[in-house]
Each structure stands twice: as C-alpha cells, then as structure tokens.
C-alpha cells in the first residue's frame, strides 16, 4: 500500500509538471476559408479563437518564460473576411513580470482588421489589452511594451481607425509603466490615435459624431489627456511632456479645431469647450501651474492662449461670430501666486479683435490683471502690460470701437 501510494504521489507531481508547462490552445471554425495559426512557448499558455462564416484570420504568438505569470489570449470573431493578430512577450528575468498578460478582440461584421502587440521588451507583467469592434471596415491597433500598462479600444460604427502605443519608443532600460488608454468610438469615419511613453499616464477619447480625429501624445509622468467629441468633422490634439500637466477638449459642434501643447513643464491645466460650429482654439503652455481656458459657442471665431512660466491664468469666452482673441503670458519661475491674469469676453456680434500681452517677470513678480468684453462689432481692443501691479479693464458694448493700453511698472 506504502508503495502504492509513493507511486500515485509520484504519478500526481509529475503530472502536475505537465500541466504547470503545457499550453492549452482551442480553435472553433465555421465556414469556410478559415485559418488560425497559435504558437505559444513557456508556461501555462492559454489561447482561444472562434471563427464563424467565411475567410476569417487569426494569428496568435505568446512567448512566456515565466512560471508565475499566466498569458492569456482569446479571440471571437463573426462576419466575413475578419483578421486578428495577437503577439505576447513576457520575462522570467524581471520581478514584476509576475502577474497577468491578457489579449482579447472582439469582432462582429465585415472587413475588420485588429491587431495586438505586447512587448519586446523584457518586462512585461500585470498588461492586457482589450479591442472591441461592432461595424464594418474597422481598424484598430495596440502595442505595449514596459509593465502594467492599460488599453483598450471599442468601436461601433464604420470605417473607424483607433490605435494605441505605449512605451514603445523607451529605450529597455528606461522607466515606463502603468499608463493607461482608453478610446470609445460610436460614430463612423471617425480617427483616434494615443501615444504614451512614460510612466502613470492617462489617455481618454470617446468619440459618437461622423469623421472626428483626436491624437494625445504623452511623456513624461502623471499626466492626463480627455479628448471627447460628439459633432461631426472636429479635430483635437493634445500633446504633453514632462509630469502631471492635464488637459481636456470637449467638442460638441461641428468643424471645430483644438490644439492644446503642454511642453517641458508640470501641474499646467488647460480646457477647451466647443459647442459652437468652425471654431479653432490653440493652447500652449511651457512652465509650471499655468491654466488656460476657452469657451466657444458662437460661429468662426478664433482663439490663441500662450503661457511661458509660473502661475499665469487665462480664459476667453467666444460667443460671436468671426472673432479673434489672441493671450501672451510670461512670468519667472520662482512666483509664489498668481503673477498674470488675464480674461477675454466676446459676447455677440461679430467680426471683433482682442489681444493681451503680459510680461511680468522676476522673484517676488506682482500681479498684472487684464478684462476685455466686447458685445458689437468689429470692435478692436488690446493691452499691453510689463512689470507688475498692473491693472486695466475695457469695456466695448457698440460697434467698431478702438481702444489700446500699455502699462508699464518697473
């Protein structure tokens, strides 16, 4: 009985090897003209594909090396001529490579095409990645790389593009990690592309008009991008670097323009609202603790906030037609409250120009406070502040009114 039982204990730990190193791999085919291709090295692999009707393609490669890390990867496809590509690396040699590296597509209708890719680099751990398509002609594309990053991509319409790269232009030893992406697109014609190198980013378009485009590009660390647009034929693009800058575009109208540039600086803010129709609205930011806002429900107006330094604040509201309102901030870096602020009100009318220039620069800077609101026409306002304690406020509520300030405090 003794030698029995050595023999079953033996049988059951040596079975359980097995199961420890095999791969399990399940393939479901209808129609015809199918072909799915699984190839999987390492450890408790797992894969599962399911093709129905006619001329669907799935191609699955998982490589891991790592006895604590399950790698898994299904794939569910319905329609016709449908292809998936799925690629999974991970490493046995990096500590936080123990955890979970997951893969799924999704596809139902005609001519989709998604493609997921995780890895070269070898430290991978605790990733997966998620694509969802309910249309036709569809296309959409993940690639991960580092440990921990997050994307997942939806779409319901037709003719959408999304893609998605994460830490894929780090270098092996550079840190990179935990960013997450997310994009939602209901509409048709519509483009989404995100681009994160770093560590703790936060990207999100969602997407429910027709021929929409959104690009977020992200270095650095901490920092967040939402880009959400609802109308029709509206562009946003949001470009940060450095650490914990945010920025936000809400576009609800149609034929509307938004670029928001947060370059080499941290804890910068800057929103855009466009509700209106032909709108364009430009935010650049390079320093630290800036904000800027604009707010556009009118027709063809035009606004421009650029913000170099510490703790500048602007905000313009357009609700005219074919107006332009142009903010210059500069400060120093050492100020300990708000040196500039600066805010622009187009109300009505239309055809109206304002521009305000602030420079207020040094340790112990004092704060320069601009208004402008114009509610005719073709009105003309702009003011020029340098130095600091600087304080001016013009109001135009006629027609083709004039008015400039310069101050100038030492």
Known sequence: MKKLNY????????????????NIANVTESGQDQNATIDQKGILNQ???????????ALVTQINM???????????QSGETNKAKVEQTSNARFPLSVGKIEAYITQSGNQNE????QGPHLLQGRTFGEIIQGGNENYASQHQVKNGNVARINQAGNKNNAKQGQDIELLEEEEGSFNIALIDQAGNLNTATQRQNGAANDAKINQSGNDNKADQIQYGGLNIAKAD???SSNVSMQNQKFIGNFADADQSGDYNTSEQIQDFGGLNMASVNQSGDLNTSVQKQL????KAQVDQSGLGNSADQSQVGMMNKAKIDQAS?????????KSGLSCADI?????IVQLGGSNNYALQDQTSLGEAALLNNAMITQDGSSNFATQTQTGGDNSSTILQTSNSSYAVVTQTMP
């Open 321 to 329: 037609t074919a107006s332009k309102a142009i903010q210059i901030q």
């Open 287 to 290: 320093g630290i603790e800036n």
């Open 229 to 231: 647009q609802s109308g």
């Open 339 to 343: 040196s500039n602020n600066a805010e």
């Open 66 to 76: 790592n006895k604590k890390t399950n790698t898994y990867s299904e794939i569910i």
């Open 47 to 57: 894969s599962y594909v399911n093709q129905s009707n006619k001329a669907n393609t």
């Open 7 to 22: 023999i079953i204990a033996t049988l059951l730990l040596f079975t359980g090897g097995i199961f420890a190193q095999s």
């Open 114 to 117: 998604a493609v997921q890719v």
